[in-house]
């Protein structure tokens, strides 16, 4: 079956930092991949979606300058956290779609990123 | 716009009951249903979709659900749980022409010895 992986899986870091979190498509080429953030015990909330080779589009009241989304290949997105606070910890899972294939509707999720910021 | 509402946020269980965790989704047009579950400190896990066709479904792990239009529903069941079904678990709903997907609120299942 299809397998995201995302790295690191677990991040503390310093306020005011930036973190860089990967997230690969290991046996797939993804044309889409999505950004989510999830607070403890609750939903996922969609940060941004990107396209392969093109700009993110990021859901209202996420802050652009902040979460840098980049999808520069088919199988590699990557979501910076700059400027780091303690507000920004969370659990940030990307999953991935391959909107050409027969499985196009599906969503293939990543294992999570679990960031702290001290 | 589409929004899913997952009835119970926790659903306590003894090991060998059925049960059913119960989705109601809003859309004005047709759309893809899914439940995902979530073990702790994981990503997510495709049990069941649907697309077409047939209005019951059969996933991984025994769980199945049904689709209902008139009800706009979209209730997870198992006939028998096991205690390693303790996790939690989100319906999902995606437009059937559009990108995004839609998640609920999720449902916590504890399933006791």
């Known amino acids: 079956g299809a397998v995201v992986s995302q790295h690191p899986s677990w991040v503390i870091c310093k306020s005011g930092t930036s973190v860089k979190i990967e997230c690969r498509s290991l046996d797939f080429q993804a044309t889409t991949m999505f950004w989510y953030r999830q607070f403890p015990k609750q939903s996922l909330m969609l940060m941004a979606t990107s396209n392969e080779g093109s700009k993110a589009t990021y859901e209202q009241g996420v802050e652009k300058d902040k979460f840098l989304i980049n999808h520069a290949s088919l199988t590699l997105s990557t979501l910076t956290v700059t400027s780091a606070h303690p507000e920004d910890s969370s659990f940030y899972i990307c999953?991935?779609?391959?909107?050409?294939?027969?499985?196009?509707?599906?969503?293939?999720f990543g294992p999570g990123t679990r960031l702290t910021v001290t | 716009a589409q929004s899913v509402t997952q009835l119970d946020s926790q659903v306590p269980v003894f090991e060998e009951a059925p049960v059913e965790l119960r989705c109601n989704y809003s859309?004005?047009?047709?759309?893809?249903l899914f439940w995902y579950v979530q073990y702790p400190n994981q990503g997510l896990q495709l049990l069941l979709k649907?697309?077409?066709?047939?209005?019951l479904v059969k996933g991984i792990n025994g769980f199945e659900a049904e689709f209902n239009k008139s009800q706009t529903s979209f209730h997870l069941r198992k006939p028998s749980v096991h205690i390693s079904d303790t996790a939690e678990y989100f319906c999902?709903?995606?437009?059937?022409?559009?990108?995004?997907?839609?998640f609920g609120a999720g449902t916590r299942l504890f399933v006791k010895a």
């Open positions: 859309s004005s047009v047709s759309v893809y």
């Open positions: 649907y697309l077409s066709g047939s209005t």
């Open positions: 999902a709903v995606s437009h059937t022409g559009g990108f995004k997907t839609i």
């Open positions: 999953s991935a779609r391959d909107m050409r294939g027969q499985g196009g509707y599906e969503q293939y």
